[in-house]
């Protein structure tokens, strides 16, 4: 089976502290993707990467840079947090060289900005 | 724009049978897709259809009309382990997924 681990499952900060989110997939799958959840709302998509090195902006870039220095793993940085980055925050990854939408998710990371 | 429409909640009793609906209006199709997500859990994946049809596995089947932009759910033989939110998501032509909001469904006994 595949597992998608995220490294924090809840996390509270203060307004304008960093936080670095990690996540690994054990898979070998090329294509990683960070949502966040919000209740009312569908998954919006952050970022996304087809391969290591590489990343794509999403929907909701604003307050987000990531890091995929390995095919493993795809970090979501928060350089200085606001409160309306209180959110859940899933990774994701599926298989191909294009994004099949069969993904595969981690359990989430649950950000209390304060 | 893009849009997903599914209805936010929707009750059914254990043991009957419950169907949901959703409609799209996306740039491109490239097939959609049925997420389950149980609360405090990570959505896994349900079905997917791009042909226009039915789809069945097991309990659960997913139906697709192109033409007119909807799918549905359907879920036999309700089980109390039911409960979740099922989020419909389409696939565009820049292949990246629309979201729906997710429908939160309540089973009673």
């Known amino acids: 089976d595949v597992k998608v681990t995220q490294s924090s499952r809840y996390l509270v900060k203060r307004t304008g502290e960093k936080v670095f989110l990690e996540c690994v997939q054990d898979?070998?799958?090329?294509?990683m993707f960070w949502y966040r959840q919000d209740p009312g709302l569908g998954l919006r998509l952050i970022y996304f990467?087809?391969?290591?090195?590489?990343?794509e902006k999403g929907d909701i870039p604003e307050g987000y840079s990531v890091s995929r220095e390995k095919k493993e793993r795809f970090s979501l940085i928060l350089e200085s947090t606001s409160t309306n980055q209180t959110s859940m925050y899933l990774c994701?990854?599926?298989?191909?060289?294009?994004?099949?939408?069969?993904?595969?998710f981690g359990e989430g990371s649950r950000l209390t900005v304060l | 724009g893009q849009n997903i429409d599914q209805p936010t909640e929707m009750t059914a009793t254990e043991g009957a049978i419950v169907q949901i609906n959703c409609t799209y209006q996306?740039?491109?199709?490239?097939?959609l897709f049925w997420y389950q997500q149980h609360a405090g859990e990570a959505p896994t994946f349900l079905s997917y259809?791009?042909l226009d049809g039915l789809e069945e596995k097991g309990r659960f089947s997913s139906f697709l009309s192109r033409s007119k932009g909807y799918s549905y759910l359907l879920l036999k033989e309700l089980q109390m382990k039911d409960s979740a939110s099922y989020l419909c998501?389409?696939?565009?032509?820049?292949?990246?997924?629309?979201w729906g909001a997710g429908t939160k469904l309540i089973i009673k006994p």
């Open positions: 994701a990854s599926s298989l191909g060289t294009e994004n099949t939408g069969e993904l595969f």
């Open positions: 898979m070998d799958h090329e294509n």
């Open positions: 990467s087809y391969d290591v090195k590489m990343k």
């Open positions: 996306t740039s491109g199709f490239n097939g």
């Open positions: 259809n791009v």
């Open positions: 998501a389409v696939l565009d032509s820049n292949y990246q997924l629309i």
